[in-house]
């Protein structure tokens, strides 16, 4: 028998009415792991038994009624399947409210939003991702995705800072990764502590342990400050700009482009980004 094709109530096909950008749809909490003093690793899955379909890099609103709603970068690769996960640093009232959350409540998730890392462009290349502090939630999943598809890149180099050795995120998968031949992973914090023998100092000295060819792919997601001074060691190194790309973090609120909050001169971050290459956005103030 012929399926019947879906119709509004407005008369259009269910495959020309567009998906509502507004509507939020809830997640259930499969697992919470405390995984520092301030964050939480949330795994979940869609209450509705859809999949979440997204690309490495991008975000979703992740709200609680009575709170609002915040940004998250999606921190699972698309590749593992029918889970992905959220890190939730406590940092003030919808984000201290998500973290006091069980396994077996839920959360409202819009999204996923905005535009992730180049795969195309990255694939077949040589690539460092260079992750900071919590900029390791969101580059977490591009990791994964080249770990799942290893074949697909060349050499792939992985620089972790962190503040101190109780800030550091996942800390099994960096157990695992300081194994693994799949990706030459190093790291440090800015302050050692007692059992600590890895390096100590900031994330750029991790360039003099080993060689970035010039025609690398380089992803860069961490605090502000960071991107100024990795960016100055990509140019010794002869990195052309249009090769950096940047996760920039910007206060969000609508996250589709309508609110004007993530506006950086005609750039709309939750929209355009929050993924740029360096070369699209160096020239407009404020943007690093
Ligand atoms: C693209 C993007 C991805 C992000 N990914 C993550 C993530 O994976 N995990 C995570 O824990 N956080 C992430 N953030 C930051 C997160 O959205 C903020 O911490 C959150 O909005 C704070 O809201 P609040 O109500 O808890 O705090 P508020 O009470 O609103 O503010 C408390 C403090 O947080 C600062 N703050 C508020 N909003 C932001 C913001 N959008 N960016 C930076 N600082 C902010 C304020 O300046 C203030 O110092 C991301 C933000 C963006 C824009
Ligand atoms: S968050 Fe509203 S326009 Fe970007």
């Not at 979940?44 to 915040?70: C, S």
Request: with cysteine; hydrophobic share 40%; net charge positive.
């Amino acid at each position: 028998m012929p399926a019947t094709p879906r119709v509004c109530a407005c008369g259009k096909k269910a495959a020309d009415v567009k998906p509502n950008i507004f509507l939020p749809r809830e997640a259930e909490i499969v697992r919470v792991e405390k995984t520092t003093e301030l964050e939480r690793v949330f795994t979940l899955r869609l209450a509705d038994g859809g999949r979440m379909e997204f690309a490495p890099g991008q975000i979703v609103e992740a709200g609680l009624f009575g709170y609002g709603e915040i940004p998250l970068g999606l921190a699972s690769s698309p590749t593992r399947k029918n889970t992905f996960d959220l890190v939730v640093r406590s940092v003030g009232r919808v984000s201290s409210a998500l973290n006091r959350l069980e396994a077996g409540q839920s959360l409202q998730l819009r999204g996923p939003l905005g535009r992730g890392f180049p795969l195309e462009e990255l694939r077949g290349h040589d690539l460092l991702v260079v992750a900071g502090g919590i900029g390791l939630c969101p580059t977490r999943s591009l990791i994964q995705y080249v770990l799942d598809r290893r074949q697909e890149f060349k050499r792939f180099t992985l620089f972790y800072g962190a503040r101190d050795p109780k800030q550091q995120l996942f800390t099994s998968e960096l157990a695992d990764w300081r194994k693994s031949k799949d990706v030459e992973y190093h790291e440090t914090v800015d302050k050692g502590a007692a059992g600590w023998t890895g390096n100590v100092g900031v994330i750029t000295a991790l360039f003099s342990k080993t060689r970035i060819d010039p025609g690398a792919k380089i992803v860069i997601c961490g605090p502000p400050i960071m991107f100024k001074f990795v960016v100055r060691e990509l140019d010794k190194l002869g990195v052309p700009h249009r090769n950096v790309y940047l996760d920039l973090e910007r206060r969000m609120k609508c996250g589709v482009g309508k609110c004007g909050h993530c506006q950086i001169n005609d750039k709309y971050v939750c929209v355009d980004g929050p993924v740029f290459a360096l070369s699209e956005i160096e020239h407009l103030e404020e943007a690093l």
